[in-house]
Structures are given as C-alpha cells and as structure tokens.
C-alpha cells in the first residue's frame, strides 16, 4: 500500500540555524504534498504545499522542494526561531482519491 | 476567525458511555473528514464525507459512526467507547477533495475513564 516515510523524528538546532525534514513516498501517481505544524494540544495547521508540476516553492522562511524522479520531497526551515517548535507532519495525495496519507512526524526543537 | 470549529475540546466520557464529536465549518467546503490522532503518532483518517457521499476506511471500527446533516456540520458518534479511543479526534475539511488544501479544526481531546 502507499506509504510515507519521514525523517528524522526528532531535530533539534539552536536558534538561527536551518532546519531540514525529509519525506519519501511510493506512489508515484501522488501529485499533492503539504506540510503541517502541529503545536502541542492543537490541531494540524497548514504551512506550505506543493504540486507536483513545481520543483520548489518558498514562503519566506520555508520552503519545499519536490524531486518526483527520486519520490522525496524536504522542507527546509532557514533563521529558525524558537516558536518553530512543533511536531512536523508531511503529506502526499493518495491517487484517485480525496485523501492523503501521513508521515510519521518530526518534533523540532529550536534551542535560543 | 476560526474557520473549522470543533466542540468541545475537551471530553471526558466513561467506558461504554455513547459520546459525540461536533464538527462546523465557516469555509462553505464539500469535504469533511474525521481523523483519529494518537500521541506522538500521524493522524488516521476514520472517514470523510464528499457532501452527502459517505466513505468509510477499511479499518475504522464498527465502534465509529459519522452523519452529516448538512454542509456546515459533521458529527463523530463513538458508541460504546474503550480506553483505546483515547485520543484527539481531529476534523478536516477542503474545498473539492485534493483539488485543495485540507484546513484542520483545532481537535477534541478524548478521555475515556
């Protein structure tokens, strides 16, 4: 079945260095891949995405590449601060369906 | 301005005991789903609705039941809850299935005594 795999599962970096999450999918019929934050005690909240006819895409201190050949897509956090803190989930769409499937998540932690 | 709002967030229940989940929506979206988040773990979808469309996973437990009155509300009905139900349930919507973006509600925090 489809599977995401992401690593590592936990990160830590002192404040102002970058922060790289790495994820791997199988199908490679996936053409949707978001990235969440999830805070302690709240709900997943949505940071950046990428489809699957983009390469990179950068919101100011993040971005996501996508190498569709290779099957793995990174964020990449620069200037971390330490409300960055948060588990990170990736995700990828599940094909023909309205569904995506989840990573394993990463708990970053941004040392001051 | 809360966009998917989750009532309540807290809920406390005893074994057994019938408990319901709300779930509502500002976002006008056609898709809502229930996800079921263990701690430390990825969320894990138990449904979605693709307006009136009702799809099941293969694994979620007879235990789970989900209606859909209307587009801005969905309700999760746990029938008999075991302390493996502990959990956070978390509601998602999107606009037209992974044509956009799932935005997630804030959760409610199952506990099951």
């Known amino acids: 079945g489809e599977n995401v795999e992401q690593h590592p599962s936990t990160l830590s970096v002192q404040e102002g260095d970058s922060a790289v999450i790495k994820c791997t999918y199988s199908d490679s019929a996936s053409n949707y891949f978001p990235w969440y934050k999830q805070e302690l005690g709240k709900g997943p909240q949505l940071i950046i995405d990428i489809r699957s006819n983009v390469g990179e895409k950068k919101d100011q201190r993040i971005a996501v590449t996508l190498n569709k050949t290779a099957k793995h897509f990174s964020l990449h956090i620069t200037e971390t601060q330490p409300e960055d803190s948060a588990v990170y989930f990736c995700?990828?769409?599940?094909?023909?369906?309205?569904?995506?499937?989840f990573g394993t998540g990463t708990r970053l932690q941004v040392f001051p | 301005d809360a966009m998917v709002i989750q009532n309540p967030r807290y809920q406390v229940t005893q074994f057994g005991k019938p408990v319901t989940l709300s779930c509502s929506q500002t976002l006008n979206h056609n898709v809502m789903y229930w996800y079921q988040q263990k701690s430390s773990q990825a969320p894990k979808l138990l449904f979605h609705?693709?307006?009136?469309?009702?799809?099941n996973e293969a694994d979620t437990p007879d235990n789970f039941q989900s209606r859909r009155p209307n587009t801005s509300f969905c309700f999760l009905d746990i029938r008999s809850p075991g302390l493996g139900d502990a959990a956070m349930y978390l509601c998602?919507?999107?606009?037209?299935?992974?044509?956009?973006?799932?935005?997630f509600g804030p959760g409610t925090r199952l506990t099951v005594l």
């Open positions: 995700a990828a769409s599940i094909r023909d369906t309205d569904k995506l499937i």
């Open positions: 609705y693709y307006d009136k469309d009702f799809n």
């Open positions: 998602a919507t999107s606009r037209a299935g992974l044509r956009d973006t799932q935005y």
